[in-house]
């Protein structure tokens, strides 16, 4: 299914080191943390500093975050961009609904019930590990 089908925000997409960046950047907004490019830069598991200042750019022109001017003319504040906002509402969306219960369980029916019944042919038996690595019809001294 299509980003599109479940109601998300079409944005190009990222490559795995960009999906790390945005999940710092969403991280920081949830804490509602400021975040420039600087302290970025600071977090050497994101990749070095010309790597980040690359996928910074990269990640604004596709649409997923934004710098803003702050009191300080050389430091750019990172931002999430409305669209970005919606992809992380409509994803913890989808989620909410997937944690629902499923309509085929209910609270009066018990998942046991809902499973097919087996049967047992008596308590398991315990397998030594030479016998479970010993090749069949062999025998041991």
């Known amino acids: 299914m299509t ?3 479940r109601g998300l925000p079409t944005l ?3 490559d795995p080191l960009e999906e790390k960046i945005l999940e710092f ?3 920081a907004t949830q804490n509602k943390d400021r975040l420039s490019v600087k302290d970025m830069m600071g ?3 994101l990749g070095s500093p010309t790597t980040l200042h690359g996928r910074i750019s990269s990640m604004c022109e596709k649409g997923w975050i934004v710098l803003n001017d702050t009191e300080d003319a050389r430091r750019k504040q990172i931002e999430l961009t409305p669209a970005s906002l919606r992809h992380f509402d409509k994803l913890a969306e989808a989620f909410a609904k997937a944690a629902l219960p499923h309509p085929q369980l209910s609270a009066s029916r018990p998942v046991r019930a809902a499973l097919p019944e087996r049967r047992h042919s ?3 038996k315990r397998l030594s590990p030479s016998a479970i690595f010993r090749p069949t019809g062999t025998r041991t001294c």
């Open 3 to 5: 980003e599109e089908q």
């Open 25 to 27: 950047v969403a991280r």
């Open 12 to 14: 190009p997409a990222l």
């Open 122 to 124: 008596g308590p398991a």
């Open 43 to 45: 977090h050497s598991e």
